[in-house]
């Protein structure tokens, strides 16, 4: 399968590149970038030819799939290019869409197996426990979802395009807080989302601060509250933390932490690790991200969606669209 990879910046470098040079069936057959520089450095590191890409023409060499990899605000024009493609596949980094009408359009015609998305926490084993004990119920009905991300300051969330509010598309949320979301969602199984209340501080058209509550469909007749906390105003836990009958489960996919906290409802109980076999999922980023292509690569091969598709991610760019939609507080353009 040859893959060629649209934008040559951290993700692609640190990530993309050293996963799928040791993917078998995997041929690199191109990288492509606007910034020449860190093509070309990349190119010669790697050994993959680049192919430059003038700002004012998109052309490109042939490829099974295509990684997009830059800024969502300059990925239009790879869209309208890739229309006359309809064979080539995508893999797209997150974020994916900010609305699920932006979800469609990025989708097209495509099956649904020909367009992955770059939500690898879903491949963390952590992330994957906790689904099991959606699914199993072993602490119990699920009782609530809380989501905590940030920090005072500066979130370290992107390259150099973070200053840019066109090109970022969004802020914390948008960039870092998605994958917490899109966590949650898939570990719960959710079914829908619904807003209830929230709020959003803006600064130079990017949201510095969103406070919401959301309520999730699970099996009928099941609801559960979610709230979610994505900040650079106040501390956070920077966790996911699900309140079950009989325990409090939470975790990072920050990948660093590699178990469960349980901690048991009645009173005096201590808490203790809930850690994942190979079985379930692995446990750092390579190896999620290894896992996450493995599966993109299968969907290809059988021509049937997964959970790396962009069909199972819909839930989550509804989300987005509801948490955007709330009226932002404090908002200012550099003028």
Known sequence: MRIGIIGCGTI???????????TPGVELAWLAD????????LSHASGIPFHHIADARVDLPSADMVVIAIPSGAREAYYDYFEKYPDIAFYIEKPFA????????????????????????????????LRELFLHRPFGKPLSIKIEFGGLGRILIGDSFMSNSV????????????????????????EDVELRTGRMITENGMDIHVDAQLELKLSAPERLPLSIL????????????????????????MYGEQYLRVTPRHSGASSWKLVPDQKTGPLDVFASFGLHWK??????????????????????????????????EGSHQNG
């Open 34 to 41: 606007t910034n020449r520089v860190s093509g070309q450095s």
């Open 230 to 253: 994505v900040t650079q105003l106040q501390a956070t836990s920077n966790r996911i933390e699900i309140a079950f009958e009989g325990a409090t489960v939470s975790f990072s996919i």
């Open 167 to 190: 090109l970022a598309g969004g802020g914390a949320l948008y960039q870092m807080g998605v994958h917490f979301l899109d966590a949650a969602l898939f570990a719960s199984c959710a």
């Open 295 to 328: 599966s993109v690569i299968e969907a290809l091969v059988t021509r049937t969606e997964n959970y790396t598709s962009a069909s199972q991610a819909l839930l989550t760019s509804k989300a987005i669209e509801l948490l955007y939609a709330i009226p932002a």
């Open 98 to 129: 900010k609305s699920l009408a932006e979800h469609a359009r990025i989708v097209g015609n495509r099956a649904p197996w020909q367009v992955a998305v770059g939500v690898d926490r879903r491949s963390f084993g952590l992330t994957r426990l």
């Open 12 to 22: 692609s470098r640190n990530v993309h590149l050293p996963v799928l040079l040791a």
